[in-house]
């Protein structure tokens, strides 16, 4: 079983995909350059395959970067809405929030906290307003992996 951290969650908010960018940017360029040398050229045909090609790998390039896009931004929002979670959970037992983990990387009903040494099963509600935290025990709780220390 894993567990990821509070600074895992605060961690991830803060992930970029500075490479993907760079090679969409690399790409555009190319086209541009050989869209500028086939103006200049006379065969108008030498290049178009060239352009077409890259072209199309742009658009491709473009829309996994929309994609990746949308996923990091609901991420995001299950992320910081785990962290206010974490935080609540921190003032409600007393505990610093860094010295909580949790088994799932989202809210979930029925997900096990993990508090110092203690477990706890996390109840919510329909619209995850309130939440109940029973105490509870792992059958083996020698194979938890802890994610984000």
Same mark, same amino acid.
């Given at each position: ?8 969650f605060?961690?991830? %908010?803060? $992930?970029?995909?500075?490479?993907? *960018?760079?090679?969409? !940017?690399?790409? &555009?360029?190319?086209? /541009?350059? @050989?869209?500028?040398?086939? %103006?200049? $050229?006379?065969s108008?045909?030498? *290049?178009?395959d060239l !352009?077409?090609l &890259?072209?199309?790998? /742009?658009? @491709?390039?473009?829309?996994i970067?929309? $994609? ?32 909580i ?5 989202y ?5 096990v ?10 109840n ?17 709780d ?8």
């Open positions: 079983m894993e567990f990821f951290t509070y600074n895992y605060v961690n991830q %908010s803060s $992930n970029s995909h500075i490479y993907q *960018y760079l090679l969409v !940017i690399l790409v &555009l360029l190319i086209v /541009l350059l @050989f869209i500028l040398k086939r %103006s200049k $050229n006379k108008r045909l030498k *290049y178009r !352009i077409i &890259l072209s199309l790998l /742009l658009v @491709f390039l473009i829309g970067q929309t $994609n990746d896009y949308q996923k990091g931004k609901a991420e995001k929002g299950n992320y910081s809405q785990m962290i206010f979670f974490l935080e609540a959970v921190s003032k409600k037992k007393l505990v610093d929030p860094e010295t983990s949790v088994n799932y990387k809210l979930k009903d029925e997900m906290l993990k508090i110092n040494n203690k477990y706890y099963q996390v919510f509600n329909s619209d995850f307003t309130t939440f109940k935290l029973e105490e509870t025990v792992l059958v083996n020698e194979s938890i992996k802890v994610t984000g220390k």
